[in-house]
Every structure is written in structure tokens, then in C-alpha cells.
């Protein structure tokens, strides 16, 4: 089995996307003005990274809803160039996203807990006590 997926130079990557011949590699959708994410399990939590750079924590809205995790910021940064720069290229720009997400059950909704650091917004759910790996019992043979 091969773990590196090897990409054709001479097509572009959503050619290559739609005749993918590997059906078990999923790749992504999501636009690129969508912020990345990772969704890591742990054994008494869950943890979502949501890569954000260049945004503030007041900049975000973390809400739930009926079992749905919403992460949202809104596009209030104003371009701050004076008229007399002259720019060769410029590419800065702020976008608007929104990301939701379904909560599993076994997720204590109540212990949610958020923090941003060095670009990164990370959301931690812990899973409820009922949910968590029990430890080995040995039962007794009467």
C-alpha cells in the first residue's frame, strides 16, 4: 500500500480530483477562503484546530445550537493603504466564514472550552463520564 499519493504535474489538481481512480482517499471541497480544520479524538476529548491567521479571538463566534457547532468570523478588517502606495501585488484580504459541525452525544456540551494562539483557534470538548474508556476488569469465577 502506498501512502504518498502521487500527483500528475501535467493536470491540475481538480482534474485530477474528479478522475481520482482511488476512491478511499477523500480530498477536500472546502474553498480556500474556508479555513482548514482538524478534528483529533482523544480518549477523554475531542479537539477541533481551525487554522485562522492573522484574526483575533474577539474576531470569532463560537455558538451550538440543537447539537450543531458553529464557528464563524466576520469580514470587519478595513484595507489600511494610503493613496500614495503603488502596489506591484497585492493580495492581503480578510473573508467572512462559517463552519459547523455536529456534535457527538457523547460530548459534555456544558465544558466547552476555547482558546486562539499563533493563528490557530483550538476547541476542546471533553466526552462525558459515561463515555470515557472504562479499565480492564477482571471478574472472579466462583
Known sequence: MNLIRKQNPFFP???D????????????????????VNIIEQD???????AAPGNKKEDFEIEIEDGILSISSSSNKED?????ETF??????????????TIPESVDVSSIEATYNEGVLLIKLLKLEEAL???KKLIKIS
Open 80 to 84: 489600511n493603504t494610503s493613496e500614495k
Open 88 to 101: 506591484t501585488r497585492h493580495e492581503f484580504s480578510y473573508n467572512s466564514f462559517r463552519r459547523s459541525f
Open 133 to 135: 474508556p472504562q479499565p
Open 44 to 50: 477523554t476529548q475531542f479537539l477541533i484546530e481551525l
Open 17 to 36: 480530483e474528479l478522475f481520482n481512480q482511488d476512491r478511499r482517499v477523500r480530498t477536500s471541497s472546502i474553498s480556500s477562503t474556508t479555513p482548514a
Open 13 to 15: 489538481s481538480l482534474v
